[in-house]
């Protein structure tokens, strides 16, 4: 552990109270002390500076990002970073042993670490927040604790299982101590990111001062602005114009409405017993009210009483359900796919590819696989390599939509749809244009076990330049149209193969071919029709011509 470390985490001389006195030696001594070992990393000139920048650095922590000005006490300017935090996105700081120094630590960056947090009341502990573990993730549930209460952890080990919304990964510990608190136990759900977890302490006799800890409401918003003190009023002797009388606000109407019914008691009673609407009715009595002899004498020309409203709200049959709730999948599933469908403009392209020759070479393919001990190809597999190696013939299909230009990928990384019981998984097969048909097939089946059993990590479903659903093979589904996985522009729909009578060769001739019908979707922003039909080309000629993919 590094002596920076053991400063923040903590330090006999900030619990005596002499972190004023450090802080007033030569900023030199400073710099030179939390920076040692990383000088190759960082200026000194950027680290006086940020030391120039922070009034104390123990005792009030200041944020430093421009929507903020005030002071944040549950937010150090030193923290540690999490290791499924990627490096590339801490911008201009150090990591050195796990320590991350920000330049530029802003609210959104601290809902990603774990924060020393400084309470006077209590001894120094760490408040653990919810994790984001994808770029997509809001919030998360906890799945359950493999460690409890009291327990000591250690740098590595895993605290608990947290649900996202792509899959469940597991939390590791960065520091030791003690796990003093769990704020929010097993199967909690929607926790949002950068909630208070758990606490942690370095001393175990602290444990139990946390007993009934609970962490403070921290908003994501604009700090509240005091309401304006109301200034003392000034005595002004100031010659007042005389006023125009002021108008008599005009009296209420003692009309009764239009709409009033008037019904004498027993009436109404008689009325109401035999389910009769009064509106319906022409009264006899005084001034049109309705009386007794009313509703009898409607009641004796045989009309029908309207239904009661219990009746009336009564269903007619009983209806038998189960609420299902939805999984965390489910949900980012549902709103991205909306998402997909209102902002994107679909467009699709469908052709028929001839696929004799893929299975003729598959069969041969297998044969080779089973002597060698290989696992078996799949037809899945060829349409995956056909579909990198066009995206790699036509690149414009292998880009992605912004308001300000369209990003064109030069790595193919495709998506394979994969159906759980859990929700739909897409986990992504890299270099597909790069690799053999072996190395897809055994990415594809190792890829989709762990989606099942949903242990799929960030990498290994992010990161995807186009994507591949498959019907046809597994569930014989003809023809359909797929929804766009943003933020790519394009998904191909593969349906079955069957067997068709076409023209042979000679005049009155007929032979069977099989033929699989493919429908690409394509984001019109992005992908023309032309270059959409292009590729659709290419993916057909690789299909009707296998052989040349081997090349």
């Known amino acids: 552990?590094?002596?920076?470390?053991?400063?923040?985490?903590?330090?006999?001389?900030?619990?005596?109270?002499?972190?004023?006195?450090?802080?007033?030696?030569?900023?030199?001594?400073?710099?030179?002390?939390?920076?040692h070992g990383t000088r190759s990393i960082t200026s000194k000139g950027d680290d006086v500076l940020k030391h120039r920048q922070i009034n104390n650095v123990f005792g009030e922590n200041v944020c430093l990002c421009k929507s903020c000005t005030r002071s944040v006490s549950s937010t150090p300017v030193f923290t540690r970073g999490y290791r499924v935090v990627n490096s590339t996105k801490v911008q201009n700081g150090l990591a050195a042993s796990g320590l991350v120094f920000s330049r530029a630590i802003t609210c959104s960056d601290v809902q990603l670490r774990r924060s020393f947090a400084?309470?006077?009341?209590?001894?120094?502990?760490?408040?653990?927040?919810?994790?984001?573990?994808?770029?997509?993730?809001?919030?998360?549930?906890?799945?359950r604790w493999l460690k409890k209460e009291g327990d000591q952890v250690a740098p590595g080990e895993v605290l608990c299982e947290v649900e996202t919304d792509k899959a469940t990964v597991e939390m590791e510990c960065m520091e030791e101590g003690y796990l003093?608190?769990?704020?929010?136990?097993?199967?909690?759900?929607?926790?949002?990111?950068?909630?208070?977890?758990?606490?942690?302490?370095?001393?175990?006799?602290?444990?139990?001062?946390?007993?009934?800890?609970?962490?403070?409401a921290s908003g994501g918003g604009p700090p509240p602005t005091p309401p304006a003190e109301s200034a003392p009023a000034k005595e002004e002797v100031v010659e007042k114009s005389p006023s125009p009388p002021e108008p008599k606000p005009a009296k209420p109407s003692t009309a009764p409405p239009t709409d009033r019914v008037f019904a004498s008691p027993l009436a109404r009673n008689l009325a109401e017993d035999n389910n009769v609407p009064l509106s319906s009715i022409k009264g006899t009595g005084p001034d049109g009210s309705i009386v007794k002899a009313d509703i009898e004498e409607y009641l004796a020309s045989g009309k029908?009483?309207?239904?009661?409203?219990?009746?009336?709200?009564?269903?007619?049959?009983?209806?038998?359900?189960?609420?299902?709730?939805?999984?965390?999948?489910?949900?980012?599933?549902?709103?991205?796919?909306?998402?997909?469908?209102?902002?994107?403009?679909?467009?699709?392209?469908?052709?028929?590819?001839?696929?004799?020759?893929?299975?003729?070479?598959?069969?041969e393919l297998n044969a080779l696989q089973e002597a060698s001990g290989g696992k078996k190809i799949s037809i899945n597999d060829l349409v995956i390599?056909?579909?990198?190696?066009?995206?790699?013939?036509?690149?414009?299909?292998?880009?992605?939509?912004?308001?300000?230009?369209?990003?064109?990928?030069?790595?193919?990384?495709?998506?394979?749809?994969?159906?759980t019981d859990n929700g739909l998984f897409v986990p992504v097969v890299r270099d597909?244009?790069?690799?053999?048909?072996?190395a897809i097939s055994e990415d594809v089946k190792s890829l989709a076990k762990k989606a099942r059993e949903n242990s799929l990590k960030p990498a290994e479903y992010e990161g995807g330049t186009f994507t591949v659903s498959n019907l046809g093979g597994p569930f014989g589904v003809k023809q359909f149209c797929a929804i766009i996985n943003p933020p790519q522009a394009g998904i191909l729909a593969v349906g079955s193969a069957e067997k068709r009578v076409i023209p042979g060769s000679a005049a009155g001739e007929f032979k069977f071919a099989s033929y699989m019908a493919v429908t690409l979707s394509c984001d019109h922003r992005v992908i023309d029709g032309a270059i959409g039909a292009e590729w659709l080309k290419a993916f057909k000629g690789y299909i009707e011509n296998p052989e040349t993919m081997l090349l």
């Open 118 to 143: 400084t309470n006077s009341d209590l001894p120094p502990h760490q408040e653990l927040g919810m994790p984001s573990l994808s770029p997509t993730m809001t919030e998360g549930n906890i799945a």
């Open 304 to 363: 029908k009483a309207a239904p009661s409203k219990a009746d009336s709200k009564a269903p007619v049959s009983a209806i038998n359900y189960t609420d299902i709730p939805n999984s965390q999948i489910r949900k980012v599933t549902a709103s991205r796919l909306l998402m997909s469908k209102q902002t994107i403009p679909h467009y699709y392209l469908t052709v028929d590819t001839c696929v004799d020759k893929l299975t003729k070479l598959r069969a």
């Open 180 to 216: 003093a608190k769990i704020i929010h136990g097993d199967g909690a759900k929607e926790i949002k990111v950068g909630e208070v977890i758990a606490i942690t302490v370095e001393d175990k006799d602290e444990i139990e001062k946390f007993k009934d800890y609970k962490p403070e």
């Open 432 to 438: 597909a244009d790069k690799k053999g048909l072996s």
């Open 385 to 419: 390599k056909a579909a990198a190696l066009a995206l790699r013939k036509v690149p414009q299909c292998n880009s992605s939509w912004t308001n300000d230009y369209i990003r064109q990928f030069h790595e193919v990384h495709i998506n394979v749809a994969v159906q």
């Open 1 to 35: 552990m590094t002596f920076a470390s053991h400063v923040f985490r903590h330090s006999k001389q900030l619990r005596n109270g002499n972190a004023s006195g450090l802080l007033r030696q030569d900023q030199a001594i400073l710099v030179r002390w939390f920076t």
